[in-house]
C-alpha cells in the first residue's frame, strides 16, 4: 500500500562532517516518490517536532541542497533531549496533525529508540506512518551495521592528527598523549594506529574502553616505549574505564552529565592533565603534552573521507527508498566483499538504544594496541588519498673534525 501525506525529517545527537549527506539524499530521494506531498525539516531534532518548529524544504534548490550537503555538522540543527514516552506521544501527536506519513531521524541508538516509540504509537493508533531510522555516530557503535557514517571522517582526522603529531614528537621527544572520543567503543581511537609509516612510528600505545585501564600498566608500558624509541606517542579514548566499570575521569573530576545521563567525558582536558602528571612523576620524564581532540574530530570541514561522503548520501537515499515501499526500520551498512557495502532494512528493536563495542579480536593481547585484522577493517574507510609522511634518506657525512680530536686524544 502506498501512503500519501507529508514527509518529515529530522537531525540528532552530536554533529559529524558528513551528517548532511544523509539529509540531502533523503531530501532528494523522497521528491521522486509521488505520493510525498510536501517535505518538512524539525528544526533541533525531537524540539523542533514537539514544537513545530519546522521549515518547508521544498523550497530548496536543488543546487543549494549540494552544496548543505558538502557541509559539515547539522544543517536542520540537532539536540541532546532524550525523550521519553510521553514526549514521543507528543512528538505522534503533532506528526499526525502534520499528515506525516514519512518519518526520517538521523541519529544514533537513541535515536532509532526514539523511531521506535513513535513507531509503535502510530501503530497504536491505527495510523499508517512509515518511520525509518538513518544511522549516523562518529562512535562507530549502532548495532547491526559494519560501521556508521560519521565515522570514516571522523577517523580520517584523527589519523591525520597523529601523522603530524608523530613527526612534531620525532623532531623534540619526550611522550605526547592524545584523548580521542569514545564513550563506551574505542574505534576512533583505535583508527590512530593508521598513522604509522615507519617501524618505529607512533602511537606505540592505545588505550580503550573495552579493555579496564590500569595505571601501574600504563606507566610500565610507556616506560619501555620510550626506553625503546627514546619518545612515546599514545593514543587514549576518552571513556576509558577500571576493572569496575568506571570511567577514570570521574575519579578526577565532578562530571557533569547531559540529557541522556552520560558523563561528560570531552571538554575538560582534566583526563590529559592527569595522564601526563602520572608520567612524570613516575618516571621523571619532563617533556610530557597532552591534547584533548574534542570537536574537530566530528566536523572538521577541511577533512572528509569520500567513502563516508558517498554511504552517508547513500543511507539517506535507501532510508526514502524504503519508505516508498512502506517499510519502516533502521537503515543499516553490511559489508561485503573487499571493498564494498549493502544496504538493509533491519528491525529499530536490534539497533534501539544498543551499543557495539570492538571485538576482541581487534585488540592486542596486551590490550594496549590494535591487530593487523582492525587494521584491514578500518582502512578503507578513511577514504582514498590519505597523506604520506616521508623521511630523509641521505647518508650521514663522516664526522672529521670530532674523528681527528679523538686520534690527538689517544696520542
Same mark, same amino acid.
Given at each position: 500500500?502506498?501512503?500519501?501525506?507529508?514527509?518529515?525529517?529530522?537531525?540528532?545527537?552530536?554533529?559529524?562532517?558528513?551528517?548532511?549527506?544523509?539529509?540531502?539524499?533523503?531530501?532528494?530521494?523522497?521528491?521522486?516518490?509521488?505520493?510525498?506531498?510536501?517535505?518538512?525539516?524539525?528544526? =533541533?531534532?525531537?524540539?523542533?517536532?514537539?514544537?513545530?518548529?519546522?521549515?518547508?524544504?521544498?523550497?530548496?534548490?536543488?543546487?543549494?541542497?549540494?552544496?548543505?550537503?558538502?557541509?559539515?555538522?547539522?544543517?536542520?540543527?540537532?539536540?541532546?533531549?532524550?525523550?521519553?514516552?510521553?514526549?514521543?506521544? +507528543?512528538?505522534?501527536?503533532?506528526?499526525?496533525?502534520?499528515?506525516?506519513?514519512?518519518?526520517?531521524?538521523?541519529?544514533?541508538?537513541?535515536?532509532?529508540?526514539?523511531?521506535?516509540?513513535?513507531?509503535?504509537?502510530?501503530?497504536?493508533?491505527?495510523?499508517?506512518?512509515?518511520?525509518?531510522?538513518?544511522?549516523?555516530?562518529?562512535?562507530?557503535?549502532?548495532?547491526?551495521?559494519?560501521?556508521?557514517?560519521?565515522?570514516?571522517?571522523?577517523?580520517?582526522?584523527?589519523?591525520?592528527?597523529?601523522?603530524?603529531?608523530?613527526?612534531?614528537?620525532?623532531?623534540?621527544?619526550?611522550?605526547?598523549?592524545?584523548?580521542?572520543?569514545? =564513550?563506551?567503543?574505542?574505534?576512533?581511537?583505535?583508527?590512530?594506529?593508521?598513522? @604509522?609509516?615507519?617501524?618505529?612510528?607512533?602511537?606505540?600505545?592505545?588505550?580503550?574502553?573495552?579493555?579496564?585501564?590500569?595505571?601501574?600498566?600504563?606507566?610500565?608500558?610507556?616506560?619501555?616505549?620510550?626506553?625503546?624509541? @627514546?619518545?612515546?606517542?599514545?593514543?587514549?579514548?576518552?571513556?576509558?574505564?577500571?576493572?569496575? @566499570?568506571?570511567?577514570?575521569?570521574?575519579?578526577?573530576?565532578?562530571?557533569?552529565?547531559?540529557?541522556?545521563?552520560?558523563?561528560?567525558?570531552?571538554?575538560?582536558?582534566?583526563?590529559?592533565?592527569?595522564?601526563?602528571?602520572?608520567?612524570?612523576?613516575?618516571?621523571?620524564?619532563?617533556?610530557?603534552?597532552?591534547?584533548?581532540?574534542?570537536?574537530?574530530?566530528?566536523?572538521?570541514?577541511?577533512?572528509?573521507?569520500?567513502?563516508?561522503?558517498?554511504?552517508?548520501?547513500?543511507?539517506?537515499?535507501?532510508?526514502?527508498?524504503?519508505?516508498?515501499?512502506?517499510?519502516?526500520?533502521?537503515?543499516?551498512?553490511?559489508?561485503?566483499?573487499?571493498?564494498?557495502? +549493502?544496504?538493509?532494512?533491519?528491525?529499530?528493536?536490534?539497533?534501539?538504544?544498543?551499543?557495539?563495542?570492538?571485538?576482541?579480536?581487534?585488540?592486542?593481547?596486551?590490550?594496549?594496541?590494535?591487530?593487523?585484522?582492525?587494521?584491514?577493517?578500518?582502512?578503507?574507510?578513511?577514504?582514498?588519498?590519505?597523506?604520506?609522511?616521508? +623521511?630523509? +634518506?641521505?647518508?650521514?657525512?663522516?664526522?672529521?673534525?670530532?674523528?681527528?680530536?679523538?686520534?690527538?686524544?689517544?696520542?
Amino acid at each position: 500500500m502506498s501512503l500519501k501525506g507529508k514527509m518529515l525529517i529530522a537531525q540528532g545527537g552530536g554533529p559529524t562532517a558528513v551528517i548532511n549527506q544523509s539529509l540531502v539524499g533523503a531530501i532528494l530521494e523522497a521528491r521522486r516518490n509521488p505520493n510525498v506531498t510536501e517535505v518538512y525539516g524539525a528544526l =533541533r531534532g525531537v524540539d523542533g517536532i514537539v514544537n513545530e518548529n519546522f521549515l518547508d524544504l521544498d523550497f530548496e534548490t536543488e543546487e543549494n541542497l549540494e552544496r548543505v550537503a558538502c557541509t559539515p555538522a547539522s544543517s536542520l540543527l540537532s539536540t541532546r533531549v532524550k525523550p521519553d514516552r510521553e514526549y514521543c506521544h +507528543r512528538m505522534f501527536e503533532v506528526i499526525r496533525h502534520h499528515d506525516v506519513r514519512y518519518f526520517y531521524y538521523i541519529g544514533g541508538n537513541d535515536s532509532s529508540d526514539t523511531v521506535r516509540i513513535v513507531k509503535e504509537f502510530a501503530d497504536e493508533a491505527d495510523y499508517d506512518l512509515v518511520a525509518v531510522h538513518i544511522p549516523k555516530t562518529i562512535d562507530n557503535d549502532l548495532m547491526e551495521n559494519d560501521h556508521t557514517p560519521g565515522f570514516g571522517s571522523a577517523a580520517r582526522y584523527v589519523v591525520q592528527a597523529f601523522q603530524g603529531v608523530n613527526q612534531d614528537n620525532r623532531s623534540l621527544g619526550g611522550v605526547y598523549l592524545g584523548i580521542v572520543m569514545g =564513550r563506551h567503543a574505542g574505534f576512533l581511537t583505535a583508527a590512530s594506529a593508521l598513522a @604509522g609509516t615507519f617501524e618505529d612510528d607512533g602511537p606505540h600505545l592505545i588505550y580503550l574502553p573495552e579493555v579496564p585501564f590500569v595505571m601501574e600498566e600504563f606507566i610500565k608500558d610507556v616506560k619501555e616505549a620510550y626506553e625503546k624509541h @627514546g619518545r612515546c606517542v599514545v593514543a587514549v579514548s576518552e571513556g576509558i574505564c577500571d576493572a569496575d @566499570g568506571t570511567p577514570v575521569i570521574t575519579k578526577l573530576v565532578k562530571a557533569e552529565a547531559d540529557d541522556h545521563g552520560n558523563v561528560q567525558l570531552s571538554g575538560t582536558g582534566a583526563l590529559g592533565d592527569l595522564l601526563s602528571r602520572e608520567i612524570k612523576d613516575k618516571l621523571g620524564i619532563t617533556r610530557v603534552r597532552a591534547d584533548t581532540y574534542g570537536y574537530p574530530q566530528r566536523s572538521f570541514m577541511g577533512v572528509v573521507s569520500d567513502v563516508d561522503a558517498r554511504e552517508a548520501r547513500e543511507v539517506g537515499a535507501m532510508a526514502a527508498k524504503f519508505g516508498r515501499d512502506s517499510l519502516s526500520g533502521s537503515v543499516a551498512i553490511k559489508r561485503t566483499g573487499n571493498y564494498a557495502v +549493502r544496504y538493509d532494512l533491519v528491525p529499530l528493536e536490534s539497533v534501539a538504544a544498543k551499543t557495539k563495542v570492538m571485538p576482541k579480536e581487534f585488540i592486542n593481547k596486551k590490550g594496549n594496541h590494535v591487530t593487523k585484522a582492525f587494521l584491514e577493517y578500518v582502512r578503507p574507510l578513511v577514504g582514498s588519498s590519505m597523506p604520506e609522511c616521508a +623521511r630523509l +634518506r641521505s647518508p650521514q657525512v663522516e664526522r672529521t673534525f670530532h674523528k681527528k680530536l679523538e686520534e690527538k686524544a689517544d696520542v
